[in-house]
């Protein structure tokens, strides 16, 4: 008995020594928590410009140093869209791309129909419209895929605009076997027209509130990041970040100050955006991400490469896909090897001794939760935070591993979030000291998608600054980026978030961080490849595969 008191005593003086060392580190991590950039909450009245470009006439931002402005410029003109159609009054679907109408041709290629392991593969696509009669402008927005479903292969092809209502697409063959061609009309181009048009005149259809709470006395106001003028003018409290200027801006309450708001949750949706004649142009099953059939063979066999072989490459495009599936397992072309981690040792091996830090979007809440999942030590401390929102903290307290994950800064469309925990990523960045066991994993995108692209090149220009300050004093960091990925699409989708929103962006987040000492992956094509159909997040075969590239790129060579 004296044997078993004595145990119990032990195992009681164990639990409460690792109790205090938890709270021990959660309080020397409080800091890091509970930090709140400044604001100002300064009451300014809403100014109207003169300018007939509709955006800017109710967005005022601080001007851009000379040098941002120009790469702005050189990034909005590097990632244009062909120009779309004018589009009549009204509008008539019949004189639009018709994906039923339209078809897709395999060229025989040099090897006259001859096709091996290293070779490019070439389709010809030619759309028509809604009459039969082929299209003479471009503009439509093509996604392309190569794969075999038996072997669990697939690769993104490469889409060339002509211009002319016909179209390339250009695969790698990196497999032997079959290989079927898929190409997919997700919008015709009259509906990029009205894509843009709604980005530039309503970039508040999505609206955010805030309650303002002072004793007993509560309001709620309007807010985002570009506020109407109303027609009684009234006073806007200016919520603009000091450090690193991003702005935002609600209506002042009638009868409480600025600084009594106490959080930030998406509003709404409005609602009528698009007459009857223009909702016809993202009609599911009719032109809204519907497959265009092939006029002949869809399929090709691929030899064996041969000794020796010359690569016959395309002249049409200049830029090969980022990687491929084989047996369902993602490989990536032209950079680290992407091991397996089949296993939680192999998982916890890897990340022992590190510090994993997450921001951004749910896209990126995806691998905190699948990290929590895939290793049994990993715990996560109860902050009592709005559930999907955050902050998010789990420690393997035997393996020394840290994974935390919070939310980018507004505009992010959430439930209520307290305005203490709207955390912009820069700041967050500045306040981490980094490291060889420090990893920063990226990803904002999603929520971007319905304003100006000028408001997402600023919001990506304020992290670079903030990484480039990161990695010149703490070189050994390991940053990763994730980019945006294709999602399945309603009308209701497509007017706040279409792909086309996503493909957009994710060219300027590329752009943006071309040159720096950061890891991409390639949600786009890691998705887009794939055969399970395309999901704002993605499901775990593919979550798995962008998490096991994560780690090759913590333990290169690694694995189990």
């Not at 990196?174 to 015709?188: M, S």
């Not at 509906?191 to 303002?212: K, T």
């Not at 902050?383 to 020394?400: F, V």
């Amino acid at each position: 008995m004296k044997a078993k008191a004595c145990l119990r005593r032990e195992n009681a003086a164990i639990f409460l020594f690792l109790a205090v060392l938890v709270l021990i580190f959660v309080r020397r991590h409080m800091d890091d928590l509970e930090f709140q950039p400044k604001v100002k909450s300064t009451i300014i009245m809403p100014r109207v410009s003169t300018d007939p470009d509709m955006n800017r006439s109710f967005c005022t931002f601080k001007p851009l140093s000379p040098k941002d402005a120009l790469e702005e410029r050189l990034i909005l003109d590097s990632t244009a869209w062909p120009e779309t159609p004018l589009l009549p009054a009204p509008i008539s679907l019949e004189q639009t791309s018709d994906p039923a109408h339209s078809n897709f041709t395999i060229l025989p290629g040099r090897k006259r129909g001859q096709w091996h392991v290293g070779d490019q593969l070439e389709v010809m696509i030619q759309t028509s419209d809604f009459q039969g009669h082929p299209k003479k402008s471009g503009g439509d927005f093509l996604l392309a895929r190569l794969h075999n479903r038996k072997l669990e292969a697939g690769v993104a092809g490469q889409v060339v605009d002509h211009l002319n209502g016909s179209y390339s697409a250009v695969f790698s063959l990196l497999w032997e076997g079959d290989a079927q061609v898929e190409v997919t009309l997700v919008h015709p181009g009259e509906a990029i027209s009205v894509l843009n048009r709604l980005n530039r005149e309503q970039p508040d259809r999505i609206y955010f509130r805030s309650l303002f709470r002072s004793g007993s006395l509560s309001e709620t106001s309007l807010c985002n990041v570009c506020l109407r003028p109303t027609q009684q003018p009234q006073p806007l409290c200016n919520y603009t970040d000091l450090r690193t200027g991003e702005p935002w801006f609600c209506y002042k309450p009638k009868n409480l100050s600025c600084d009594a708001r106490i959080n930030h949750y998406i509003g709404g949706y409005k609602q009528n955006l698009l007459n009857a004649n223009e909702e016809k142009l993202f009609q599911s099953g009719v032109n809204l991400k519907v497959y265009i059939r092939a006029s002949g063979p869809a399929n090709v066999t691929v030899l064996p490469q041969k000794e020796g072989q010359l690569k016959v490459k395309s002249s049409t495009v200049t830029s090969g896909p980022s990687g491929y599936y084989y047996q369902g397992v993602w490989r990536a072309l032209g950079g680290t090897t992407v091991c397996k981690f089949n296993t939680s040792s192999a998982i916890s091996q890897c990340l022992k001794g590190k510090a994993v830090h997450m921001y951004g979007d749910s896209t990126v809440r995806q691998w905190f939760e699948f990290l929590n999942a895939a290793l049994p030590g990993l715990k996560e401390f109860d902050l009592h935070s709005p559930k999907q929102i955050g902050p998010y903290i789990s420690l393997d307290y035997a393996n020394n591993i840290l994974v935390t994950y919070r939310c980018h800064g507004p505009p992010i469309r959430y439930a209520p979030i307290p305005t203490r925990e709207l955390r912009y990523i820069a700041n967050e960045l500045d306040s981490l000291n980094g490291g060889h066991n420090t990893v920063i994993v990226l990803g904002i995108w999603s929520h971007f998608s319905s304003f100006p692209m000028e408001i997402y090149i600023r919001r990506l220009q304020s992290i670079r600054r903030a990484v480039v300050r990161l990695l010149d004093t703490a070189p050994g960091t390991l940053v990763v980026i994730r980019t945006a990925n294709p999602k399945a699409l309603t009308l209701y989708e497509t007017i706040s978030n279409s792909d086309w929103y996503s493909l957009q962006r994710d060219k300027v987040l590329r752009a943006m961080f071309k040159g720096l000492n950061v890891h991409l992956i390639d949600a786009w094509e890691m998705t887009l490849a794939h055969h399970l159909p395309h999901n704002l997040h993605p499901p775990p075969p593919i979550i798995k595969n962008m998490v096991n590239q994560l780690f090759s790129y913590i333990c290169p060579q690694n694995g189990g």
